[in-house]
């Protein structure tokens, strides 16, 4: 059952027992590969690890988002050696819900349920993207099992461990929908000390999902210093789907790892019909650029 946490860091008895017997084995160095089939199924998004193909295309459901973010994360692990990273999901009602795409559904941030609403969504989208991520083919035909923790009821906030079948190596943490509030400064810190970037241990993959933070001046002058050090300096963003509304369009920002950044339009007259390229940037642009460059886009 899921319960809160606010005083003691948020691992199981049995992920604490998983961390300190399994990770005794010898040491060895990270080589593995990517399935191959993960990038043929993924090639049409525009993610596979060939050389500067097309920027990828927007995905348009859930499990376009998914295998989309599944080869970023995974990409960045195994080929670049990034293990803290920070993700983005979209939480547009278009994309979750069995309707058809409507403009009023996708408001400036793209949601207007409160934090308790949008774990209830993004809770299973993250449980099925830990499952796909992939590091290793060695599972034995065994499933990834992911589990998940309520941190702050009230934040809307949890903790989600998957447990691979090849070996604790292999596990991943992700925390969804942290704020700037002191106890995630101080939960994630401890995480990075004995799960992801525990002394004389392989680093291990670490997630921040949809953190509410943009920069330090989120969290004011007294916990920027700490957030720097801790969470802006060293998390690398390596997917996102950022949707807002400028000059009455639909706009959707789009990061794969290693791509630019894509912004996207939708057509105002026929959402049906697929967004547009706008523009495409190396760092994630700010507003005045996105204007700008709908703006040359519309004439």
């Keep these: 059952a899921h319960s809160s946490t606010s005083s003691s860091f948020p691992f199981s008895s049995h992920q604490c027992s998983r961390n300190t017997t399994m990770l005794a084995k010898p040491q060895f160095s990270l080589i593995v590969h990517l399935p191959l089939a993960l990038l043929i199924l993924t090639a049409p998004l525009g993610t596979a690890f060939s050389s500067r193909p097309s920027p990828p295309l927007l995905p348009t459901n859930p499990d376009d988002v998914i295998r989309q973010a599944a080869v970023s994360i995974s990409k960045a692990y195994v080929q670049d050696g990034i293990n803290l990273q920070t993700i983005r999901l979209p939480l547009s009602e278009s994309i979750y819900g069995d309707k058809e795409e409507g403009f009023v559904a996708d408001r400036a941030i793209g949601w207007q349920g409160g934090p308790q609403e949008t774990l209830r969504y993004l809770s299973p989208l993250v449980s099925n993207l830990l499952k796909k991520v992939t590091m290793t083919d060695n599972t034995g035909g065994l499933a990834v099992k992911v589990t998940e923790q309520i941190l702050l009821d009230f934040d809307g906030s ?11 190596l292999y596990d991943i943490q992700a925390i969804l929908q942290p704020n700037t509030d002191g106890y995630y400064l101080k939960t994630i810190e401890a995480i990075q000390q004995q ?29 920027g210093k700490k957030a720097e050090e801790l969470i802006l300096n060293r ?31 939708g057509d105002s007259d026929n959402p049906s019909l697929p967004a547009q390229i706008v523009a495409t940037f190396p760092d994630r642009p700010e507003y005045k650029e996105i204007d700008a460059a709908l703006l040359k886009y519309i004439g």
């Design 158 to 168: 949890a903790l989600q461990t998957s447990e691979h079948p090849a070996g604790p």
């Design 195 to 223: 799960f992801s970037n525990s002394d004389g241990k392989p680093e291990r993959l670490f997630l921040l999902v949809n953190p509410a933070w943009r920069d330090r001046s989120s969290w004011g002058f007294f916990g």
């Design 235 to 265: 998390y690398e963003t390596t997917y996102a789907i950022d949707q807002f509304v400028v000059r009455g369009r639909k706009v959707s920002l789009l990061k794969c790892w290693s791509e630019d950044w894509v912004v996207y339009v």
